[in-house]
T-cell receptor, first 111, second 114 residues
């Protein structure tokens, strides 16, 4: 069964304290792993797509990496405005556009 | 370019009432999706439309119907609302229904069924 698990559920950091969010997945033949950011009361906002093990993408303080079983979202020197819920999703085994989402990690960065 | 828009933003229904959630996109995308988001459950696919004129069930289709009105618009209908349908509903669109295509989301509709 296709499945995505994110950890931790919640993470509190001090401003400037770097950390990583984890996304573990089980899917037959990964066709794409997607990271989204979701602010309270808003829809998910696309951040990155990763397609193959070893691939890395960066955007400001965020860096996403991918292995054969998991992805990490590294946050370097976070700021309070990085506070949000980060969602990970994979395309399922059906070779269509259907996404399977994890439950998300809620990040709070305190000044 | 508004992207994906949804109406209404908030709605309160009584059990048994019906309503239609509207979604429109201006990105000339072929594929559109409806998800629900519940605490601790993540986003789950309700229905999707790979292209104009086609619709398919997702993971949790029971109690819902959809209509792909044209290329831009995809509506979700609750015929007889139940408290279990209290949720936040998101519409998304992508260029095509392929594994490599990115889905872009609307702002959501927050529905409460009493």
């Amino acid at each position: 069964e296709d499945q995505v698990t994110q950890s931790p559920e919640a993470l509190r950091l001090q401003e400037g304290e770097s950390s990583s969010l984890n996304c573990s997945y089980t899917v037959s033949g990964l066709r794409g792993l997607f990271w989204y950011r979701q602010d309270p009361g808003k829809g998910p906002e696309f951040l990155f797509t990763l397609y193959s093990a070893g691939e890395e993408k960066e955007k400001e303080r965020l860096k996403a990496t991918l292995t054969k079983k998991e992805s990490f979202l590294h946050i370097t020197a976070p700021k309070p405005e990085d506070s949000a819920t980060y969602l990970c999703a994979v395309k399922d085994s059906s070779n269509t556009g259907k996404l399977i989402f994890g439950q998300g990690t809620t990040l709070q960065v305190k000044p | 370019n508004a992207g994906v828009t949804q109406t209404p933003k908030f709605q309160v229904l009584k059990t048994g009432q019906s309503m239609t959630l509207q979604c429109a996109q201006d990105m000339n995308h072929n594929s559109m999706y409806w998800y629900r988001q519940d605490p601790g459950m993540g986003l789950r696919l309700i229905y999707y439309s790979a292209s104009e004129g086609t619709t398919d069930k997702g993971e949790v289709p029971n109690g819902y119907n959809v209509s792909r009105l044209n290329k831009r618009e995809f509506s979700l209908r609750l015929e007889s609302a139940a408290p279990s349908q209290t949720s936040v509903y998101f519409c998304a669109s992508s260029e095509r229904d392929r594994p490599t295509d990115t889905q872009y989301f609307g702002p959501g509709t927050r529905l409460t069924v009493l």
